[in-house]
């Protein structure tokens, strides 16, 4: 099992930046291949950024340059630096992890782009 909670998420104006942390625990000895998603009201939920166990990142085009995964190994924390930040950005951001062939969610947290 493991569980995640996401922390982070606000309101921000145009071309701000927020930062988003979600704190893993459970019966993990390391961090899993873990995700960012998001979903806005009346879409579909999307992958916005992925970090594998070795260190790998993948990102959406339309976050690519804008928005930066990273894991601290010491605290199990995985963190979604987004700069730069559009009203379009608007959604639920949800943290993921794989583990055990199971996807785990976060219960998400708000993120507002609007000036």
């Known amino acids: 099992q493991v569980q995640l909670v996401e922390s982070g998420g606000g309101l921000v104006q145009p071309g701000g930046s927020l930062r988003l942390s979600c704190a893993v625990s459970g019966s993990i000895f390391r961090l899993p291949t873990m995700g960012w998603s998001r979903q806005a009201p009346g879409k579909e939920r999307e992958l916005v950024a992925r970090?594998?166990?070795?260190?790998?990142?993948n990102y959406a085009d339309s976050v690519k340059g804008r928005f930066t995964v990273s894991r601290d190994n010491a605290k199990n924390t995985v963190s979604l630096q987004m700069n730069s930040l559009k009203p379009e950005d608007t959604a639920v951001y949800y943290c993921?992890?794989?583990?055990?062939?199971?996807?785990?969610w976060g219960q998400g947290t708000q993120v507002t782009v609007s000036s």
């Open positions: 993921s992890a794989l583990f055990g062939g199971t996807q785990y």
């Open positions: 970090l594998t166990i070795g260190g790998s990142t």
